[in-house]
């Protein structure tokens, strides 16, 4: 009924900069909120940034100032531009979108992306 599609992971190196994407699609009546999470190996998922739709943020303490989150509503897509990425930040990201949907305008719903891999060298 509703997807969530990442795209633009990869493999930097430590100093580079890599924009990772999602765009929400489906059956969707309004989108409240969209963010990504990371999960690293070992580690339980953590919030990296959220946005919502009047463009409030908040971003994670581990990477302000570095990370960026954006988002353009009529495409319903959001973006992440990391920049100065440490080994550190390696994990599989995950778009995390709190939506209503067509069928049910009355309830926010939680949907998940299925991750994308970012991997920083040293």
């Known amino acids: 009924q509703v997807q969530l599609v990442e795209s633009g992971g990869g493999l930097v190196q430590a100093g580079g900069s890599l924009r990772v994407s999602c765009a929400a699609s489906g059956r969707i009546f309004r989108i409240n909120a969209m963010g990504w999470y990371r999960q690293a190996p070992g580690k339980q998922r953590e919030l990296v940034a959220t946005i919502t739709n009047d463009g409030s943020t908040n971003v994670a303490d581990s990477v302000k100032g570095r990370f960026t989150i954006s988002r353009d509503n009529a495409k319903n897509t959001v973006y992440l531009q990391m920049n100065s990425l440490k080994p550190e930040d390696t994990a599989v990201y995950y778009c995390?979108?709190?939506?209503?949907?067509?069928?049910?305008?009355?309830?926010?719903?939680?949907?998940w992306g299925q991750g994308t891999q970012v991997t920083v060298s040293s």
């Open positions: 995390h979108g709190a939506l209503r949907t067509i069928s049910d305008r009355f309830s926010v719903q939680d949907y």
